[in-house]
């Protein structure tokens, strides 16, 4: 790296953690952990309420996908600037920062009914969230003992992947009794806690880093992700029939370019792209996004099944979810051991290609739901998630030293983010790509503006206009929860194909092992 800070003055002493009593520490993790959930169930709660909120505010599978998306593309944009800006003026101080904004925001989104505001308010959400989840996990990497921080980011990353889960269940409880503005309330009460909490536990930490601020690196990145994103999002849309989407996310990949030639001739980067070339580093931010890329696709997708195809309620659907924290959690616990032992370019791959697995056990769900075939596949991908998860993220936060930690912090949040805003976005847009293409065979005898809101999402399927359409109505549901089964199995077998690919790209780029007992440069 060009321009190595000076060490931490909160943590300048290297023992400075020991200074925290072991009462502290814990509470200091169910602290964090607390904050993570609240930013992660914000995605995946959400979901829950699709169904319901599609159809009470009428929005359309596209305006769907950007009232979910909106939040983690201003969330993965503005990440690595939070992270250096919570390492520069105080961890402590932007996490609750972050907490109010977020709380505030969808306080301001549980009023709302227009699918415009709403997108637009889950990007403040999003905003908020940038300065919640790198701070989570760098106050960890600093608070805790090299002995105990493995552990320590174990239990993150089980959060980070069960907390989802937790809050499908939580926001499918609350939809049983209240409207889908519940969710937001959930998302407030959250983030009172986490400033209740935050006040209370976390110590101030921040590192004595005397370099400017790289403004412009944080423009670039903000820019780039949410173009990608975008692009994406309504290629999808327009069927790849329009230039502008085009265009948009062309203009994406050349802030990507930008970005990373600033970054590399900047004296103080946000991220230096030459930690790239340390194989931990690369490795880990490569897997953690493609993990992240599947599992919040699936998430999309899947509920919107269980909710449209099979019938479940909002609380049902989620209940199916609760055996992935099962088959995710211990063995996100007892990964880094096991890496340790048998090598990361063996557990990790293995993880993946079992992730692989789940998904296509799930692609061969039909119209007649069976649980057991589907609780089969959830539980073999919880379990690769699970296995992968942990060493991926310890590579890079063992991939670079103390003083780094907010840097290392906010690369894997940004890959998780990153990952989730493409896999909804690339997985959705299959999703209903798939779905227009194969119900329009079914729509040619229907009025031109009935047809056009079929086409647009399932959801139309089983309002009230479709009564008007007498004994044609039930054949035109049974069609569309068809094309809705063929559009899932294709989301998901490419979200395997990509896991796949990246099981055999980390077997090859990944390092050989990655130590569970101390943060240093893994071999």
């Not at 009914?113 to 990007?123: C, E, Q």
Request: hydrophobic share 55%.
């Amino acid at each position: 790296m060009t321009n190595t800070p000076a060490p931490s003055v909160a943590h300048s002493a290297h023992g400075a953690h020991a200074e925290l009593s072991p009462l502290r520490r814990r509470l200091i993790l169910i602290t964090m952990a607390l904050a993570l959930m609240t930013v992660m169930s914000a995605v995946s709660g959400l979901n829950v309420a699709l169904p319901s909120l599609a159809r009470e505010i009428g929005a359309t599978q596209t305006e769907l996908t950007w009232i979910v998306d909106s939040y983690t593309v201003a969330f993965a944009g503005l990440l690595l600037a939070a992270g250096a800006i919570g390492d520069r003026f105080g961890r402590k101080g932007i996490l609750i920062i972050g907490l109010a904004i977020f709380g505030a925001a969808a306080a301001g989104a549980a009023f709302t009914t227009d699918a415009n505001s709403l997108i637009v308010l889950r990007a403040v959400m999003g905003i908020g969230a940038a300065g919640i989840m790198p701070t989570t996990l760098s106050v960890i990497t600093t608070s805790f003992p090299d002995a105990e921080r493995p552990k320590a980011v174990g239990v993150w990353v089980g959060v980070a992947g069960s907390g989802a889960v937790l809050g499908l269940f939580g926001t499918g409880l609350l939809l049983e009794f209240f409207e889908w503005h519940s969710f937001f309330w959930l998302n407030v009460v959250l983030a009172i806690l986490g400033i209740i909490g935050a006040i209370l536990v976390v110590p101030p930490s921040k590192e004595a880093i005397t370099g400017r601020f790289d403004v412009l690196g944080a423009a670039l990145s903000l820019i780039a992700v949410s173009t990608l994103v975008y692009g994406i999002i309504e290629i999808a849309d327009t069927s790849g029939e329009e230039a502008l989407p085009f265009v948009i996310l062309g203009s994406g990949l050349i802030a990507l370019v930008a970005f990373v030639l600033w970054e590399r001739h900047h004296p103080d980067p946000l991220l230096d792209p030459r930690l790239f070339a340390i194989r931990g580093f690369s490795a880990g931010s490569l897997t953690i996004f493609i993990q992240f890329f599947a599992a919040f696709g699936f998430f999309f997708t899947m509920l919107q099944y269980l909710q449209f195809v099979v019938g479940l309620s909002a609380l049902q659907a989620a209940a199916c979810m609760l055996p992935m924290p099962l088959g995710m959690v211990p063995l996100a616990r007892l990964a880094p051991a096991i890496a340790e032992r048998v090598g990361y370019r063996k557990v990790v791959p293995a993880g993946l290609i079992l992730m692989a697995v789940g998904f296509v056990i799930m692609s061969l769900l039909t119209v007649d739901f069976n649980y057991l075939h589907f609780v089969s596949g959830l539980v073999v991908f919880a379990a690769g998630m699970g296995l992968a998860g942990t060493p991926s993220t310890t590579a890079i936060t063992q991939s670079l030293p103390r003083e780094k930690q907010g840097v290392a912090s906010a690369v894997n949040d940004v890959a998780r983010e990153f990952g989730s805003a493409l896999g909804i976005a690339v997985l959705g847009g299959v999703l209903a790509s798939v779905y227009r293409t194969t119900v329009s065979d079914a729509t040619t005898q229907l009025p031109a503006d009935i047809a056009e809101k079929v086409q647009e999402s399932i959801a139309f399927t089983q309002s009230s206009m479709i009564s008007t359409l007498g004994p044609a109505a039930d054949a035109l549901t049974i069609a569309a929860r068809a094309a809705f089964v063929d559009a899932t199995a294709a989301s998901l077998l490419i979200a395997a194909a990509a896991l796949v690919v990246t099981a055999v790209a980390t077997a090859v780029i990944g390092p050989r092992h990655v130590r569970a007992s101390a943060v240093s440069t893994p071999e």
